[in-house]
């Protein structure tokens, strides 16, 4: 079993320190005030509660001294109070959390007004040397005692068996090794045992804190612990015999390591920074400020009370904060916060242990540095209560005015920055303010352009305030007025045209010199006498011309509707009207013709080119007229073929289909292929009609069964433009001349060398140069050329052009031997 033996405690007589309730200020005695002196009352304890036991004595302030107070307890069970104030014990009890915080009430008999104040309690902590004193024996642990039963195994006895743990101090001084307990097996009346401790602390990491004599079992600590490093040891006591066997069963051993006061709180930061909005009311939350400590937080070693122990600049009142002593959070307590006078406050924030005690407590301190925002509570003024400005007249986005105002609020923050607006003077919306982010000032400007025929000038009243509303309780107007007093500046303005642009309708064809109207411009600036003059800006075609002085528009070219210049029947001319002032003015007028339209062009077939086959089946060519008139001027339109040449009406057909479209089909079986010209006679409506012969190029082709061209090459081939086959035929008879040449050469030096005479095989030295040649309705037969010369007149006499734009088919061409 486990026995222990400790040395008895002394009661000691706890007195309590009181504040006193009388504060000087400035040399003088402060006022009375009737209540409590203290919010809260301490007192610390050397032991537990007694009964009977004076505590403390709790004061109160009685300043007219006719008063009579009666006081009371939150727990009139534990604890009294007599009539002078000294507070008892009820009854015995040991101190802790529920009767260490209590509240006094001090009542008025007559009156019945009361007050309160909080007491609290705490116990006195114990040093390391005490409990060294108060030791006066080694405590024993003894192993379970064993009976044999069945089988003859040892078993425990059964009863409850607990052993304490051990209460170590952290921080012991010595000297080590310090004997702790000593742990003994019954069995060592008949048996020599061993006895040894296995655990961290022991044969396990940090090994060798504790050690055991192994004969005596003497269990002791090799050097001071520290509680916030290891608050708890477990370890395993054992008893062997001389032979190594186990005697008994192992016991379970724990070690307290009793906490000290030896942490300073810290602070988690060593300045903190908050905020407080200036003009807030006593009782503001501004920011919470925290320390911890490495102690016990559940024993006073631990327990920290704040308290503020300066503030710099003092001033409205060296009391603006205060700081709730649990918490940490700072609010206001008194009014008066005023950033245009302080903008920050610096407090010294005080953290000490063993709940605030200034006596064995640790502290510590750490920096609160507030800052007072700003708030709107000033209003811009102007600096003046009327500006003026100038503005020339029909010009915008010009700076009339600057206007300038203060504001003692924090700049470039929503209760600094000026809005500013116009409220009279101004209906039709000519001005605009705008505020300048930089200084805060309102910059006057024009945004439409103002005439000075009609205005001269503008008395503006403008407003300026604070993007955000005032703060509530200011008794400033929230806004302040000011008038702007604009001159408008007269200066020359641009002729203009009226209308513009001007339209007038006109026949296409007029001849040259015909008036067609007067195109004059007005002068604005109706107080100076100015000239205008008038010049040609832009006639596209150069049909116009204008008389300087009086702006009559005279034709000088013939009017064409279907000029390229004239764009859906409107001709457009641009002139320029100039007045003779300081600078000279100027303005473009446009004149709009618009050109009626008369039967002078003659239809045109379209396309002008198509395709058809020899045959005359399948294939169909549609055509229709190009007329650049306009209805009624146009269409519809007569189709129809010349009577001459014969071949026309022998070889083709036309049919009108409609007022435009017209059908022309081949009129005979076969027509050999080639490239053709067809005049086709088109005829308009117009009144007179226009009648035009226009040629239809048709490419006669080989078709297929489903009527394309099979031999596209071979009439392209045919189908060269004039001037390609002249160029073919020159390049040919220059190569014919070349060769005859040659041939001459040959011969007249064989005859200087009296050779041979050369016998040549016509059918040997002929070039054949095959080429068709074509006929309308039918092809010729072969025929033999002569002979031919040098003479390239007499090649081009032989026929091997047909007339027309075509190229015609050659034939196979013999050239006999020279």
Request: proline residues 8%; charged residues 20%; hydrophobic residues 35%.
């Amino acid at each position: 079993m486990c026995r222990i033996v400790g040395a008895s405690r002394t009661l000691l007589p706890l007195l309590a320190a009181l504040l006193q309730a009388s504060v000087e200020a400035s040399g003088e005695i402060a006022l009375c005030k009737t209540g409590f002196p203290e919010d809260v009352y301490s007192a610390v304890l050397s032991q537990d509660v007694h009964e009977g036991q004076p505590l403390l004595n709790v004061k109160f302030s009685n300043c007219n001294g006719k008063r009579k107070v009666q006081y009371e307890s939150s727990e009139p069970a534990d604890f009294k109070v007599d009539e002078d104030g000294m507070v008892y014990a009820v009854r015995s009890f040991p101190l802790s959390s529920e009767h260490a915080k209590f509240l006094i009430y001090a009542q008025d008999k007559e009156t019945q007004e009361k007050w309160q104040v909080a007491v609290k309690l705490s116990l006195k902590p114990t040093f390391p040397e005490d409990s060294v004193k108060e030791s006066q024996e080694i405590e024993e642990i003894v192993f379970p005692r064993q009976v044999s039963k069945h089988n003859g195994h040892l078993q425990r006895q059964k009863r409850d068996w607990v052993i304490p743990p051990i209460n170590l101090p952290e921080n012991s001084r010595g000297p080590f090794p310090q004997e702790l307990v000593r742990i003994r097996s019954d069995r060592d009346k008949n048996l020599s045992l061993r006895y040894s401790v296995t655990g961290p602390g022991a044969d396990q990491p940090p090994t060798g804190i504790f050690i055991i004599n192994p004969i005596s079992g003497q269990l002791s600590v090799t050097k001071p612990l520290d509680r916030e490093l290891i608050a708890r040891f477990h370890l395993r006591a054992h008893a062997v015999d001389i032979n190594g066997n186990q005697v008994e069963n192992p016991i379970d051993i724990v070690i307290n390591v009793i906490d000290m006061n030896d942490n300073r709180p810290e602070f988690l930061h060593q300045v903190w920074n908050g905020t407080v909005p200036e003009g807030s009311k006593p009782g503001t939350y501004v920011m919470t400020v925290t320390a911890i400590d490495a102690d016990d937080p559940n024993a006073l070693n631990g327990m920290l009370r704040y308290r503020i122990l300066s503030q710099a600049p003092s001033t409205p009142s060296p009391n603006m904060f205060t700081i709730n002593n649990e918490t940490g959070d700072i609010i206001t307590v008194a009014a008066g916060l005023d950033r245009e006078k302080v903008q920050q406050y610096t407090l010294i924030i005080q953290a000490t242990d063993m709940e605030g005690n200034p006596t064995y407590g640790l502290s510590n301190t750490a920096t609160a540095v507030i800052t007072v925002t700003d708030v709107n509570d000033n209003p811009p003024e102007f600096t003046a209560m009327t500006f003026y400005g100038e503005v020339p007249e029909n010009r915008v986005d010009v700076i009339v005015a600057n206007l300038t105002v203060t504001d003692k609020d924090q700049p470039h923050t929503p209760a600094w920055n000026a809005v500013y607006r116009i409220s009279g003077g101004d209906p039709t919306g000519r001005f605009a303010i705008q505020t300048d982010p930089n200084s805060n000032d309102g910059l006057v400007t024009v945004v439409k352009p103002i005439d000075f025929e009609t205005n001269r000038m503008f008395v503006l009243t403008v407003a300026a305030e604070n993007q955000v509303p005032l703060a509530k309780g200011i008794q400033h107007p929230p806004q302040s007025t000011a008038t702007v007093s604009v001159t408008v500046i007269d200066v020359n303005e641009n002729p203009y045209f009226a209308p513009n642009p001007k339209i007038i309708r006109q026949e296409e064809g007029l001849h040259a010199g015909t008036m067609l109207t007067t195109f004059t411009a007005q002068d604005p600036d109706r107080y100076m006498q100015q000239n205008i003059r008038y010049t040609k800006l832009s006639d596209p075609a150069n049909w116009l011309k204008i008389d300087p002085v009086n702006g009559q528009i005279t034709t000088i070219a013939v009017l064409d509707r279907e000029s390229p210049n004239v764009k859906n029947n409107i001709y457009n001319a641009t002139f320029l009207a100039s007045d003779n002032g300081i600078p000279p003015m100027s303005g473009t007028g446009t004149l709009q013709i618009y050109l009626l339209d008369i039967n002078d062009n003659a239809p045109q077939v379209l396309p002008q080119e198509a395709e058809t086959c020899e045959t005359p089946d399948p294939n169909s060519i549609n055509i229709t007229a190009l007329d650049y008139d306009i209805d009624p001027n146009a269409g519809p339109f007569a189709f129809d073929l010349p009577l001459s040449p014969v071949t026309i009406k022998r070889n083709w057909t036309i049919t009108r289909l409609n007022g435009d479209f017209a059908q022309l089909n081949l009129k005979i079986k076969f027509l050999e292929a080639g490239i053709y010209e067809v005049p086709i006679i088109i005829t308009d409506s117009g009144n007179p009609p226009k009648s035009n012969i226009s040629i239809l190029r048709v490419k006669v082709c080989q078709c297929d069964s489903n009527g394309d061209c099979t031999d596209v090459d071979r009439i392209v081939g045919a189908g060269l433009g004039t001037g390609a086959i002249i160029a073919i035929l020159l390049c040919i008879i220059i190569l014919l001349i070349l060769v005859l040449m040659f041939v001459v050469w040959m011969k007249r030096r064989d005859k200087e060398r009296q050779a041979k005479q050369l016998l040549i095989d016509p059918e040997d030295d002929v070039r054949d140069n095959i080429l068709k040649y074509d006929e309308e309705g039918g092809g010729e037969e072969d025929q033999l050329l002569p002979s031919v010369t040098s003479s390239s007149a007499r090649l081009l006499s032989l026929g091997f052009f047909r007339r027309g734009p075509a190229p015609l088919a050659l034939r196979r061409i013999h050239i006999p031997e020279l």
